[in-house]
């Protein structure tokens, strides 16, 4: 018994003993911070009281506390200069949110955001307010004085300038510029502008009146103008990074904007009429644009981004000038839509697969089936006044027929594609239309026919996926350098897997696809698509892979190579570096479940801050791949910086040139005043208040 005793002893005593070598084995607490790595490359620094700083390598004595570290980093000239190098996506989530705290703290004194010379996620060094000197003539003319670096005699300034209240007027102009439309027409519109600016001046007679009003609005339009200028300017001249210019065609306008620091701003609107040409001529718009590049080269504009219909890039490419320095791409978003109107148009098919009826037959029935499933979705919507007996008469209608004359919008056909995975299910899709009897009946019989359900498999299959990549070109966040080459072959993957699409459906979309890829070839997209550790270069074929590996290793070589003495040397170096990341990448991407490749997958983490923090291995790679991922792949869409809005009075009554620049830039800088849409009856009480009297109109 006590032998029993004394072994049942032992074993609880030997659990006891596991079972706390295991609790003391187990960590303990929250994860560690992730954020240390901005400050130093040893293991744990939590745990410790001090550590030299990656950056500037001083010994920082922080015990133990981020907030200590921190304080240490905003302070750290040479990391100031690491994050003034990077767009605000690419910065640190603790440092965007340290400027955010920063911002508002001084947001409650100072709630215009506009006349400080700073921007959103500005680095503190940029905040300083910089003196440039502007015209109110052009907004090209403005000299861009550059910010000159911080050194350790000239601290770096982290407080806010006072800001200027917003005139009255001017927001009035604003108002009426940029939500005119809303709830007021063209009559109300000057009549306001008109009483506004003449205010209780007594005159012998209304034109004497009106002329005065008329001059006021103009004065008024160029202190705006001349506001927001200087503002723009101000932001121009905080920049020490290359800019992108951006080129827009329609019609006979072209549009320059240009994108600095990852935002776009509007610069200027050309008429190809002032050159006396009436249509698009590529000559004419190479000169013009070495016009603007010598105007912004404070900016240092080395890329361009060509927002052009694709017929006219050859020309443009043909005519441009060799010792213009200035890279310029096709805009992927063009390109795509492009390819969408092609299709719509008809004009991929060859001559003998034309039809009696004039095109391709099964490219006619998509476009019909398209037209009856917009028509079809708009019954699940609550129709307004004009569209609703329109609905009534095609529900009561003999037959859903189609004609060949209707139109549809890109947009909707798009949305259309998107959305009509509903009509596979007749059964919930007439619930939902709750219509009666005769028309449930009607669209029974048309959703479970064979050749509508044939030719809605057909729609899918061509403008599912070309929907799915022209959401991923217009995001509003701009879509990864790396992203471009893959969409466009995935889109031609889609379409040669498709069940649905014939075998000349299926050869006939791939060589569109193949034209127009051809025209985003750029080198800059397969360098982005081969450094990408997701990719590393998946979607190349062998010969392309070893063009773009020799390119990559080239264009490395030309800028670090000081001599031919070192080019052996360097290019020894510079292909380990290379065999190194690759060896990096595939072990990354074999570890598809893990935290860090989710991560890169998803866009959580941008390449630009995987070369940031892992490229360090790699310092020559690292150096191109960050200027490389800090180009933009594309813009979104350029309608603000194209459309002119607002009363046509005040069009017509002003400079236009300063209405363009004041309407596309207001909202740029972000001024709050203009964000939220007023009704004419505030509008007229705001106005009578500043006045004086009673607004009769």
């Not at 010792?323 to 109107?341: F, G, T, Y």
Request: one cysteine or more.
């Amino acid at each position: 018994m006590e032998t029993m005793m004394a072994t049942t002893s032992m074993d609880a005593s030997d659990a006891n003993m596991e079972m706390t070598r295991d609790l003391s084995s187990k960590k303990r607490g929250r994860k560690p911070a992730k954020f240390w790595v901005s400050l130093t490359t040893l293991d744990e620094p939590y745990k410790l009281r001090s550590a030299p700083c990656r950056h500037c390598h001083q010994t920082v004595n922080y015990h133990k506390k981020w907030e200590q570290a921190k304080s240490h980093l905003m302070k750290c000239e040479p990391f100031l200069a690491v994050m003034q190098s990077l767009v605000a996506s690419e910065r640190p989530e603790w440092f965007l949110l340290e400027l955010d705290k920063r911002r508002r703290s001084t947001a409650r004194m100072f709630p215009l955001d506009l006349f400080d010379g700073t921007r959103s996620n500005a680095v503190p060094g940029e905040i300083e307010r910089t003196k440039t000197t502007t015209t109110a003539r052009s907004p090209l003319q403005a000299p861009i004085k550059p910010r000159e670096p911080a050194t350790s005699q000239t601290p770096v300034k982290t407080s806010v300038p006072k800001r200027e209240k917003l005139p009255w007027e001017e927001l009035l102009v604003l108002e009426q510029l940029l939500h005119h439309g809303a709830h007021q027409d063209d009559e109300f519109s000057s009549s306001l502008l008109l009483y506004a600016m003449a205010g209780r001046h007594v005159s012998s007679s209304p034109s004497e009146h009106q002329a005065l009003a008329q001059r006021r609005l103009r004065e008024t339009v160029d202190r705006l103008f001349d506001r927001i200028h200087d503002g723009v300017s101000r932001r121009w001249a905080l920049t020490n990074r290359p800019s992108t210019l951006v080129v827009a065609h329609t019609g006979n306008d072209v549009v320059y904007s240009i994108i600095v620091e990852d935002q776009m701003y509007f610069v200027e609107r050309v008429t190809s009429e002032s050159a006396g040409d009436t249509s698009f001529s590529a000559s004419w718009l190479v000169t013009d644009l070495e016009r603007v590049q010598h105007q912004l080269q404070a900016l240092c504009p080395m890329d361009c981004i060509l927002d052009i219909p694709l017929e006219y890039v050859q020309d443009f490419q043909e005519a441009a000038n060799p010792e213009l320095k200035l890279h310029a791409r096709v805009s992927p978003r063009r390109a795509l839509i492009d390819v969408i109107v092609r299709l719509l148009r008809h004009d991929m098919v060859k001559e003998e697969d034309e039809t009696q009826n004039g095109r391709d037959a099964w490219l006619v029935k998509v476009m019909d089936v398209a037209l009856q499933c917009y028509d079809l979705l708009e019954l699940v919507r609550p129709p307004d006044d004009t569209s609703s007996d329109r609905f009534e008469r095609l529900l009561t209608s003999s037959t859903f027929q189609v004609t060949p004359t209707r139109y549809i919008s890109l947009k909707a056909l798009l949305h259309t594609a998107q959305s009509c995975a509903v009509l596979l299910d007749p059964a919930s899709f007439i619930a939902s239309v709750d219509r009666g009897s005769f028309a449930g009946e009607r669209l029974r019989e048309l959703l479970v026919s064979e050749s509508f359900v044939t030719r809605l498999g057909v729609f899918r299959a061509v403008f599912k996926p070309l929907a799915s990549a022209f959401d991923r070109l217009t995001t509003p966040a701009h879509v990864s350098t790396s992203d471009i080459y893959p969409t466009f072959q995935s889109l031609r993957l889609s379409f040669s897997e498709s069940g649905a699409l014939s075998s000349s459906a299926k050869a006939a979309l791939g060589q569109l696809v193949t034209q127009y890829e051809a025209t985003l070839s750029d080198q800059i997209y397969k360098l982005a698509h081969l450094l990408d550790p997701v990719y590393q270069g998946e979607f190349l074929s062998v010969s392309e892979k070893m063009e773009a590996e020799q390119a990559l290793l080239q264009r490395i070589l030309e800028e670090t190579a000081a001599s031919e003495e070192l080019l052996d040397a360097e290019k020894e170096a510079l292909y380990f570096e290379y065999t190194g990341f690759q060896v990096a990448a595939a072990q990354l991407r074999s570890e598809s479940d893990g935290f860090a490749y989710r991560m890169l997958q998803e866009r959580k983490k941008t390449i630009a801050e995987y070369w940031l923090t892992d490229g360090r291995k790699w310092p020559q790679l690292q150096r191109f791949a960050l200027q490389l991922y800090q180009i933009p792949a594309d813009v979104g869409s350029t309608h603000l910086m194209q459309g002119r809005r607002g009363s046509r009075w005040l069009w017509s009554i002003c400079d236009q040139k300063k209405l363009d620049f004041i309407e596309a830039n207001a909202t740029v800088l972000g001024i709050k005043e203009i964000t939220q849409r007023q009704t004419p009856d505030t509008l007229v009480a705001e106005v009578d208040q500043h006045v004086g009297e009673t607004v009769i109109l």
